[in-house]
C-alpha cells in the first residue's frame, strides 16, 4: 500500500510532468472506482487544465481548471504516463492528454478515482476527514495532538484522522527508532519520549522520500523506488527479531511480543519481537 513517502514522491513526478497540460477524453474501465457516473466524471475533467498537484495522507490532490481530481491508489497499483500507442497491459482509468501521452492509472485493490467540483473539496467525504500531514507537523503541533489521548501509539500513528500518511509498512522502523513499544499507551510519553517519536517520524519517512518511496510501487516513468525491504528498513519485512528494552533496569521481568504482520501477495509473513521494560527504554537487532 501506498503510503506518504510514496505519495509525495508520485505528487512531486506528476507537477513535473503533467501541469500546464489538459485532458483532452477519459476512459474508465472500472466505474466503481469512481465517486460519480462516468458521464459526469467526463464531463466534469474533460477538457481540463492540470494546475498542480499535493497530498495529504495517501491520497493525490490534481488540481485543475475545472475542479479538482482526487487518487487514492488503495493497497497499489501504477500512474504510468506513456504513449497511447504504448498503453500498459492493465489499467482502470485513462487520462488521454493533448500530445500523444496518456496517464493510465491501474489499481491492485480498493483504489478511487474521484472528481470534485470547484469549491466543494471541502464536502468530500474521505479527504476532509484526515489529519495533517505527518511531515507538515511542527514538534508542538505534535505534542499537542498527543494531548489528553489515552489510546496505544501505534494505533494513534495509524489513524488517518490524527495524522495522515503512516501506515503498516512505516510505523513499526519509527516505533523502532523512537524505543516505544507499540502497545505503549499515548498518557506514559514524557516529553523526550514525544521528541524521539516526532524525529522518528521525520527521519523514517524522508529516508524514503529521498529514494523514491518502496521499492514495490513504480514511478510515472516505470520505475521502482529505491527502499528495499532488506536494506533500508530497521524492521518491517525483516527475519531478525527487533527488542525494544530496558537498560536501566536487568531486575525487571520482561514481556516478550510478537506480531504477525499481514503482508501482500508475494511477500513473506514476518514475526516482529518487541520485548519491554520499564524504565528507559533502548532498541537493538537481534537475530532468531
Same mark, same amino acid.
Not at 7 to 20: D, F, K, S, T
Not at 27 to 54: D, H, I, W
Not at 129 to 138: C, E, F, Q, T
Given at each position: ?8 514522491? =508520485? ?12 485532458? =483532452? ?40 481548471? =475545472? ?32 500530445? %500523444? ?31 495533517? *500531514?505527518?511531515? %507538515? ?21 495509524? %489513524? ?60 510515472? *516513468? ?11 528498513? $530497521? ?24 506480531? $504477525? ?14 520485548? =519491554? ?12
Amino acid at each position: 500500500m501506498p503510503e506518504l513517502p510514496e505519495i509525495v514522491c =508520485r505528487a512531486r513526478e506528476m507537477n513535473e510532468v503533467l501541469v500546464g497540460r489538459t485532458i =483532452r477524453s477519459i476512459e474508465v474501465l472500472q466505474p466503481k472506482c469512481l465517486n460519480v457516473p462516468v458521464e459526469q466524471f467526463r464531463a466534469g475533467l474533460t477538457g481540463a487544465e492540470v494546475l498542480g498537484v499535493t497530498h495529504r495522507g495517501k491520497w493525490l490532490f490534481v488540481e485543475t481548471s =475545472r475542479g479538482h481530481l482526487l487518487i487514492n491508489m488503495g493497497m497499489g497499483g501504477e500512474i504510468l504516463l506513456v504513449p497511447r500507442d504504448r498503453l500498459p497491459e492493465k489499467w482502470r482509468v485513462r487520462f488521454d492528454l493533448e500530445g %500523444d501521452e496518456a496517464l493510465a492509472i491501474n489499481f491492485w485493490w480498493f483504489g478511487n478515482t474521484h472528481f470534485v467540483a470547484p469549491e466543494k473539496l471541502e464536502e468530500h467525504a474521505a479527504t476532509a476527514k484526515l489529519g495533517p *500531514n505527518a511531515l %507538515d507537523l511542527s514538534l508542538k503541533e505534535f505534542a499537542q495532538l498527543l494531548a489528553g489521548r489515552r489510546g496505544r501509539i501505534k494505533s494513534f500513528l495509524l %489513524d488517518q484522522s490524527k495524522v495522515a500518511g503512516i501506515g503498516n509498512a512505516y510505523v513499526h522502523d519509527i516505533l523502532f527508532a523512537a524505543k516505544l513499544h507499540p502497545l505503549r499507551t499515548i498518557p506514559t510519553l514524557g516529553m523526550a519520549d514525544i521528541e524521539r517519536l516526532y524525529g522518528a517520524i521525520r527521519t523514517e519517512l524522508q529516508r524514503s522520500i529521498d529514494v523514491g518511496g518502496a521499492w514495490y510501487e513504480v514511478g510515472l *516513468n516505470g520505475e521502482r523506488g529505491g527502499f528495499r525491504r532488506r536494506s533500508r528498513h $530497521r524492521v518491517s519485512g525483516r527475519k531478525a527479531v527487533p527488542r525494544v528494552r530496558d537498560d536501566d533496569r536487568e531486575d525487571q521481568d520482561r514481556v516478550d511480543f510478537q506480531l $504477525r504482520l499481514p503482508v501482500l501477495s508475494g511477500f513473506p509473513v514476518v514475526a516482529v519481537g518487541f520485548v =519491554r521494560r520499564s524504565g528507559r527504554a533502548s532498541s537493538e537487532l537481534l537475530t532468531e
